[in-house]
C-alpha cells in the first residue's frame, strides 16, 4: 500500500523542481505556461502569478486531456508548462500527472510564498 509521501517521492523523481529565480526568468522570457493547482479560495487571499492559468489539483485531468470538453486550450503538451502550489507538493503530484498524460516540459517552481517573496509578478 502506498503513502502520500510515496506518491509525492516518485513525483518529485520525474518532475523537475526549479529555483524561484529561474521562473521569475521564465515568465520575464514569455514563453512558459504558469499554473497554479491551488484551490479558488487560497488564490483569492493570497494572489497568484501574473498572467497564470487556474487549474485546480482536482481538475487537472480533465483540464489537460485535449479530448475532453472541459480542455484548458492553454495547456498543449508541446508547451513548457511551469506549476505552483502553496508549498511545492501539489505542483510536484499535477506534474507527475501531466507526464503520465504525454507532456513533456513540465516543472514545479515550489510555493507561491517565495515566489511573491523574490519579487515575481504576481495578480
Given at each position: 500500500?502506498?503513502?502520500?509521501?510515496?506518491?509525492?517521492?516518485?513525483?518529485?523523481?520525474?518532475?523537475?523542481?526549479?529555483?524561484?529565480?529561474?521562473?521569475?526568468?521564465?515568465h520575464?522570457?514569455?514563453?512558459?505556461?504558469?499554473?497554479?493547482?491551488?484551490?479558488?479560495?487560497?488564490?483569492?487571499?493570497?494572489?497568484?502569478?501574473?498572467?497564470?492559468?487556474?487549474?485546480?489539483?482536482?481538475?487537472?485531468?480533465?483540464?489537460?486531456?485535449?479530448?475532453?470538453?472541459?480542455?484548458?486550450?492553454?495547456?498543449?503538451?508541446?508547451?513548457?508548462i511551469?506549476?505552483?502550489?502553496?508549498?511545492?507538493?501539489?505542483?510536484?503530484?499535477?506534474?507527475?500527472?501531466?507526464?503520465?498524460?504525454?507532456?513533456?516540459?513540465?516543472?514545479?517552481?515550489?510555493?507561491?510564498?517565495?515566489?511573491?517573496?523574490?519579487?515575481?509578478?504576481?495578480?
Amino acid at each position: 500500500m502506498k503513502t502520500a509521501k510515496d506518491y509525492l517521492d516518485e513525483a518529485n523523481a520525474v518532475v523537475p523542481r526549479i529555483s524561484t529565480e529561474e521562473g521569475i526568468e521564465r515568465h520575464k522570457a514569455g514563453s512558459s505556461v504558469f499554473v497554479d493547482v491551488r484551490d479558488s479560495g487560497e488564490i483569492a487571499k493570497s494572489g497568484t502569478i501574473a498572467g497564470a492559468e487556474r487549474v485546480t489539483r482536482g481538475m487537472i485531468e480533465f483540464k489537460a486531456d485535449d479530448t475532453h470538453p472541459l480542455h484548458n486550450p492553454a495547456l498543449k503538451k508541446e508547451a513548457d508548462i511551469v506549476l505552483i502550489c502553496g508549498a511545492g507538493g501539489q505542483a510536484a503530484l499535477s506534474g507527475k500527472t501531466l507526464i503520465d498524460m504525454g507532456f513533456q516540459n513540465v516543472s514545479n517552481v515550489g510555493g507561491f510564498s517565495a515566489w511573491k517573496d523574490a519579487g515575481g509578478p504576481t495578480e
